[in-house]
Structures are given as C-alpha cells and as structure tokens.
C-alpha cells in the first residue's frame, strides 16, 4: 500500500488539474447513465406504444417524470429523444476531450518532475554512487521508469477514476430501475475482483523484473556504443550480439508473461459478468411475463449490468499498467532516498583563497574491503609542485580524488590553511581547485563551452587567451564556426591531443590556486607535450600543484616527488634525490628508459 500512496503522490503538485479532470470524468460517467436510460422510452413507449412500468417505488420526481414520458405520443418523443441525443453527444465529446486533454496534461507534468528531480538527484550524490552502477541502468531509471509512472497516471489513473465513477452512476441506476434485482447482482459481481487480485500481485513482482530487465539492456546498448571502436578492433560484433540477444529475449519472456495473465483476466471476468447477466435475463423475463415491469426495463437493467461489468474488465487491464509503475516509482524513490556519502555542513564556510598548505594527516581511505591508501602523511606548501608516482593500483588518483572532496577518507584529514576541507562548502572547495584529468571529458557542445565550462560568464577574450596558451587556438580557428562549431558526443570529432589541450585550456581559464594534473599531457604528441610542458611550467609559478605522473621525464624539474607503493609513500625527494637511492622510483624510472 505504501508504493500506491508514493505513486499517486506525484499527482499532488498538480492537484487543481486533477480535480477539475475527475469533475470532468464523473460528468462523462453520468452522460453514460443518462444514454442507457433514453432506451427506456424507445423500448417501451415508441417501439411498443406501452407504458414505461418500473417496479420500484421512485421518488415523486422521477415517477412525475415516467408520467410525463408516458403521456407523450411515440412519433414526438422519438423525436425528442434523437434532439437529446444530439446534444447529449456534443457535451459528451467535449467533456470527454477535456478529461483526456487534463490527464494526459498532468502525466506529461508528472514525468518532467520525475525527469527534473531524479537528474537532480544524480548531480547531488556523490562519484562513488556511479562508480557502483551502470550507466545504461542510471540512464532507465530516468527514461523507462519515468515512461511508465507518466503512462500509468494518463491511460491507468484515468481509467481508475473514470471506471469508478461509472461503477458508482450504473449502481445507482440499476437500484433506481429495480432493486430486488440490483441487490443479487451486486452480490454476484465482486467475485470479479479475486482474479484481479491475485494476478495483480503476480503482476507487480513482473513489473519489477521487467524494468530491470530493460536497465540491463540499456546498460549494453550505453557500453557497446561508447566503446564500439573495441569493439570493431577486437571482431566482438557476434559475441555483443549475442548478449544482448540473451538480455532482450529474457525481456521478451518476462513482457509476455505478463501479458498472458494480464489478458487471461478478460475472459475470466467476462464469464462472470455473463453468468450475472443470466441470472437477471431468467429472473427478469419472469417478471415481465407477470406484468410486474416492462420489457424495456429489462432491456435498460441489463444494458445497465453490462456497462457496469465493462469497468471490472478495464480495471483488470489497468492492473497491468499500474504494477509497471508501481515497479518504477519503486526503482525511481531508490534514487530519491539515497544520501550523498559526501555531506556539506549546515554551517560550512567558505574557502576565499588560499594562503599556506595542504596537509594530509594519517589519511586512510578503504573500497569495500580493500584499504586503497595507508595512512598518508604529507604536507605540500603554497606554490610548491609535487609530482605523485607509482605503480597502477597505488592510490595515486584516489589521493587526488580526496582533495576536491569527490570523496572523503576513511580515516585522517586533509587540511587546506589549518581546516579541515570538510568545514568549507564543496562549491568554494572545488572553484579553488583546477583538474585535468587523464581521461578527457568534453561535451556535445561548442568549442567556447567546453573551455568555459563552469565559467558561464567567461568573455571571449579569456576563452581565446586560455586556447593559445593551450597550444589549441590554430586547430579551433581553422574549424568550420570556429569556436561556434560543436565537437560531437565526447569531442568525437577532435583528436586525442586535440581533446586533451581543450581540456587543459579549461582548466587554465579557470585559475585556481590549486591545480591537479593527472597524466596531463599523456594523449600529446611530442612536439605539442613539449608546448604545453613549457606553458605548465609557467602556469605553475605561485600556484600549488600536484601532477599525477606515469612518464618520469616530465616531472624532472618539480619540488618533491611522492613515491606511492599499495597505498603507502615509500620515498620522498627530488629526482636527483631519488635516483641515488636504490628504491622504486629508480626502477620505475629505469624501466621507462
């Protein structure tokens, strides 16, 4: 019941619309009942020139009413029955435009919120809640799951109400007509809601598997395609096929399971509804062969009967529907309530500037049950260049990773001035720090985007100056816009070099006092690393950095050099330092010579 409650809180924001669009529904509901009943007159008075007999006791209204049809001549009430027709059928293809336009109003609202507030929610938890999952699965959550909570309020909640409403008019109408007969058949139907019951329950563990089913298919399709240049290299189409084959036949089993009971409902359902409309076709044919009530009676009861069998049998499809969303919304306040490991202080200050040093003191940081780094001392002055070396699985990016708080230790500190970088907000920790990573990010967008990205009221000037400095600026003017022009989904259309002196200029127009640079100039040619060698190098002046080096040749001339070993630093020194010691830095220098 909680999960039904949560799904049908998303309408709330929208509750005005809701209302106006169920006033609508029970409008249209009413109209249903109101056209049943015109067959009264037509069955009784103008086909058989009889009068219309009810055999229970109406209130003075209604029975005034009756009279009133009964007095009238069959040729001029068939004529005024087909005028109200006319009309009922105009106000019934507005109203029922309406309620439709509304709800699939509010479903479309319903999904932007969802879409809005769950990739609000990404940007809010932190880098070691994607490092746990697939991208393809996070990218369902807001695509798949959203689809189906949006798809359940506009065809599901709208039938819901809806049905209920003509639930409600053919029960009073089929009471008002006689309700002896009402009583029995009132009785008889529930027996439709234990079908529905039990394949719901069914339904809703399907639901489930279904849309995780979908994640891990999405979660192929996002891999293959950003990695389908290994792919190709590696002969790997058949074998991805393949997969993906067997997730998306899986799939198929687990929507045609639900299907065949969603679709076994009807029958069940129907076969009730007809073993009802017997009974009262047997008892009602005996009430008229007695004089007790008029053929058109019967023929109005169990029109009546019918249509109020027809929501049962809407309802039970409905049931299919609502447990997909009731398996999304599920999936999708799984995201809502987790917590950002990373937290901010209500009472954070700011970092302005910084004047001093940075100490790491006794920091431990642990993956799972693997300690990553083992007690790390170090403390690194204002305007000093560190160099971080050593072997892959060192715990020299994750070092880093702690210092803009992408990540926080397990145990120790970091202190920025005396402070500990908890105590400052993440926003004004980060806006002092600059990173250049060794993967390169770029985005779909523009050239001047993705150098001031983070710096949205970067003149273009700025933008100009950090591409020349960056050795860039040439290869950007000779692009068709220039700096207008878009570089594709991941700079697709730059290369490596190119992708990665974009990235560097980035981070020179953003001028922080702190610079990470991990293996910066990896993806450069010679020529281009000895270019912007020679920019870092006065980039570097008055600033703190840390550069994360696999090739040593290029950290040469920095102040110290921090030797990482299975999380621990096992040397400290100048390159000269460490080469007259017999230690791993001179191995490793060694081997790359």
């Given at each position: 019941?909680?999960?039904?409650?949560?799904?049908f809180?998303?309408?709330?924001?929208?509750?005005?619309?809701?209302?106006?669009?169920?006033?609508?529904?029970?409008?249209s509901a009413?109209?249903?009942?109101?056209?049943?009943?015109?067959?009264?007159?037509?069955?009784?008075?103008?086909?058989?020139?009889?009068?219309?007999?009810?055999?229970?006791?109406?209130?003075?209204?209604?029975?005034?009413?009756?009279d009133?049809?009964?007095?009238?001549?069959?040729?001029?009430l068939?004529?005024?029955?087909?005028?109200?027709?006319?009309?009922?059928?105009?106000?019934?293809?507005l109203i029922?435009?309406?309620?439709?336009?509304l709800?699939?109003?509010?479903?479309?609202r319903?999904?932007?919120?969802?879409?809005?507030?769950?990739?609000?929610?990404?940007?809010?938890l932190?880098?070691?809640?994607?490092?746990?999952?697939?991208g393809?699965?996070?990218?369902?959550?807001i695509?798949?799951d959203?689809?189906a909570?949006?798809?359940?309020?506009?065809?599901?909640?709208?039938?819901?109400?809806?049905?209920?409403?003509?639930v409600v008019?053919?029960?009073?109408?089929?009471?008002?007509?006689?309700?002896?007969l009402a009583?029995?058949?009132?009785?008889?139907?529930?027996?439709?809601?234990?079908?529905?019951?039990?394949?719901?329950k069914?339904?809703k563990?399907?639901?489930?598997?279904?849309?995780?089913?979908?994640?891990?298919?999405?979660?192929?399709?996002?891999?293959?395609?950003?990695?389908?240049?290994?792919?190709?290299?590696?002969?790997?189409?058949?074998a991805?096929?393949?997969?993906?084959?067997?997730?998306?036949?899986?799939f198929?089993?687990?929507?045609m399971?639900s299907?065949?009971?969603?679709?076994?409902?009807?029958?069940?359902?129907?076969?009730?509804?007809?073993?009802?409309?017997?009974?009262?076709?047997?008892?009602?044919f005996?009430?008229?062969?007695?004089?007790?009530?008029?053929?058109?009676?019967?023929?109005v009861?169990?029109?009546?009967?019918?249509?109020?069998?027809?929501?049962?049998?809407?309802?039970?499809?409905?049931?299919?529907?609502?447990?997909?969303?009731?398996?999304?919304?599920?999936?999708i306040h799984e995201?809502w309530?987790?917590?950002?490991?990373?937290?901010?202080?209500?009472?954070?200050?700011t970092?302005?500037?910084?004047?001093?040093?940075?100490?790491?003191?006794?920091?431990?940081?642990?993956?799972?049950?693997?300690?990553v780094?083992?007690?790390?001392?170090?403390?690194?002055?204002?305007?000093?260049?560190?160099?971080?070396?050593?072997?892959?699985?060192?715990g020299?990016?994750?070092?880093?990773?702690?210092?803009?708080?992408?990540?926080?230790?397990?145990?120790?500190?970091?202190?920025?001035?005396?402070?500990?970088t908890?105590d400052?907000?993440?926003?004004?920790?980060?806006?002092?720090?600059?990173i250049?990573?060794?993967?390169?990010?770029?985005?779909?967008?523009?050239?001047?985007?993705?150098?001031?990205?983070?710096m949205?009221?970067?003149?273009?000037h700025?933008?100009?100056?950090a591409?020349?400095?960056?050795?860039?600026?040439?290869?950007?003017?000779?692009?068709?816009?220039?700096?207008d022009?878009f570089?594709?989904?991941r700079?697709?259309?730059l290369s490596?070099?190119?992708?990665?002196?974009?990235?560097?200029?980035?981070?020179l127009?953003?001028?922080?006092?702190?610079?990470v640079?991990?293996?910066?100039?990896?993806q450069?040619?010679?020529?281009?690393?000895?270019?912007?060698?020679?920019t870092?190098?006065?980039?570097?002046?008055g600033?703190?950095?840390?550069?994360?080096?696999?090739?040593?040749?290029?950290?040469?001339?920095?102040?110290?050099?921090?030797?990482?070993?299975?999380?621990?630093?096992?040397e400290?020194?100048?390159?000269?330092?460490?080469?007259?010691?017999d230690?791993?830095?001179k191995?490793?220098?060694?081997n790359?010579?």
């Amino acid at each position: 019941m909680r999960e039904y409650k949560r799904l049908f809180q998303f309408i709330r924001p929208h509750l005005g619309l809701f209302v106006w669009a169920s006033l609508f529904m029970g409008l249209s509901a009413i109209f249903d009942g109101v056209s049943i009943g015109m067959i009264l007159p037509v069955a009784d008075k103008v086909l058989n020139n009889k009068p219309v007999v009810l055999p229970t006791k109406m209130p003075p209204y209604v029975s005034g009413f009756i009279d009133v049809i009964n007095s009238i001549p069959p040729m001029p009430l068939l004529r005024y029955v087909a005028v109200a027709v006319l009309i009922l059928v105009v106000l019934k293809g507005l109203i029922g435009f309406l309620q439709s336009y509304l709800m699939d109003d509010i479903a479309q609202r319903v999904a932007r919120d969802l879409r809005s507030k769950t990739y609000a929610k990404f940007q809010v938890l932190s880098l070691d809640f994607f490092t746990h999952r697939r991208g393809g699965e996070l990218m369902s959550r807001i695509t798949n799951d959203v689809n189906a909570v949006g798809n359940a309020i506009s065809c599901g909640a709208t039938d819901i109400i809806y049905q209920a409403f003509q639930v409600v008019v053919f029960t009073v109408f089929i009471f008002f007509v006689h309700a002896k007969l009402a009583l029995i058949s009132i009785i008889l139907l529930p027996l439709i809601s234990f079908p529905i019951i039990k394949v719901g329950k069914a339904l809703k563990k399907i639901a489930r598997q279904t849309q995780e089913k979908m994640a891990d298919l999405n979660s192929i399709l996002y891999e293959t395609i950003l990695g389908v240049r290994i792919v190709k290299a590696f002969n790997m189409e058949e074998a991805e096929l393949k997969k993906f084959d067997a997730v998306n036949n899986s799939f198929y089993k687990l929507f045609m399971k639900s299907i065949k009971r969603t679709l076994l409902l009807s029958p069940v359902t129907e076969f009730i509804g007809i073993l009802a409309g017997l009974f009262v076709l047997l008892w009602g044919f005996k009430e008229v062969t007695n004089a007790r009530m008029s053929s058109g009676v019967l023929i109005v009861f169990l029109a009546a009967l019918l249509s109020l069998i027809r929501p049962f049998k809407r309802l039970s499809l409905v049931n299919a529907i609502i447990q997909r969303a009731v398996a999304g919304s599920i999936r999708i306040h799984e995201i809502w309530d987790m917590h950002p490991t990373v937290k901010e202080k209500p009472d954070a200050q700011t970092l302005s500037s910084f004047r001093e040093k940075i100490v790491f003191e006794d920091v431990r940081f642990t993956y799972g049950l693997h300690e990553v780094l083992c007690g790390i001392n170090l403390e690194v002055k204002k305007g000093e260049v560190i160099a971080i070396v050593g072997p892959s699985g060192a715990g020299k990016t994750t070092l880093m990773d702690l210092l803009p708080r992408f990540y926080d230790p397990s145990k120790g500190r970091i202190l920025i001035d005396g402070k500990d970088t908890k105590d400052f907000t993440l926003k004004s920790l980060r806006q002092n720090i600059g990173i250049v990573t060794q993967e390169t990010i770029l985005f779909n967008d523009s050239v001047s985007a993705n150098i001031a990205f983070g710096m949205q009221n970067a003149r273009q000037h700025d933008i100009e100056e950090a591409a020349k400095q960056a050795y860039i600026h040439e290869v950007i003017k000779r692009m068709k816009n220039g700096y207008d022009a878009f570089i594709g989904d991941r700079g697709v259309k730059l290369s490596g070099g190119e992708r990665q002196r974009i990235a560097i200029a980035r981070v020179l127009l953003k001028n922080a006092p702190i610079l990470v640079l991990d293996e910066a100039t990896s993806q450069l040619d010679t020529e281009s690393e000895r270019l912007i060698q020679e920019t870092l190098n006065l980039l570097i002046k008055g600033r703190t950095v840390f550069v994360i080096a696999h090739r040593l040749s290029t950290i040469k001339n920095v102040d110290r050099i921090i030797v990482l070993e299975s999380g621990k630093v096992v040397e400290i020194g100048s390159h000269e330092e460490l080469l007259n010691q017999d230690g791993l830095y001179k191995k490793l220098y060694l081997n790359q010579l």
